[in-house]
Nanobody
Framework: QVQLVESGGGLVQPGGSLRLSCAAS????????MGWYRQAPGKERDLVAA???????NYADSVKGRFTISRDNAKNTVYLQMNSLKPEDTAVYYC??????????????WGKGTLVTVSS
């Protein structure tokens, strides 16, 4: 089994910063792509940023230049540094991790989500 633990959400004023973390633990052989998605009320869940095992990154156009995704392979953790936050960034943020399991097999896991609220 694999568990994902997210942290770092909260309330921040426009222009502020937050850093999200998502740590994976359990029966992990290796980790492929790690990503962050978000879902605002009444909207679909959309990709925010992703990083491959080779550290290639891609971002949604709406966050380019403001958000940075990174990973620490030794800690099985993915981060999302969010700067210059805007009210439209308000959403529940979910991490998503593609994992090669001990003993074989490959699974995709979602975190439970962490709420980010950008408001004055």
């Amino acid at each position: 089994q694999v568990q994902l633990v997210e942290s770092g959400g909260g309330l921040v004023q426009p222009g502020g910063s937050l850093r999200l973390s998502c740590a994976a633990s359990g029966s992990i052989w290796s980790i492929n792509t790690m990503g962050w998605y978000r879902q605002a009320p009444g909207k679909e869940r959309d990709l925010v940023a992703a990083i491959t095992s080779a550290a290639r990154t891609n971002y949604a156009d709406s966050v380019k230049g403001r958000f940075t995704i990174s990973r620490d392979n030794a800690k099985n953790t993915v981060y999302l540094q969010m700067n210059s936050l805007k009210p439209e960034d308000t959403a529940v943020y979910y991490c998503n991790i593609d994992i090669n399991l001990n003993g074989g097999g490959r699974m995709n896991y979602w975190g439970k989500g962490t709420l980010v609220t950008v408001s004055s």
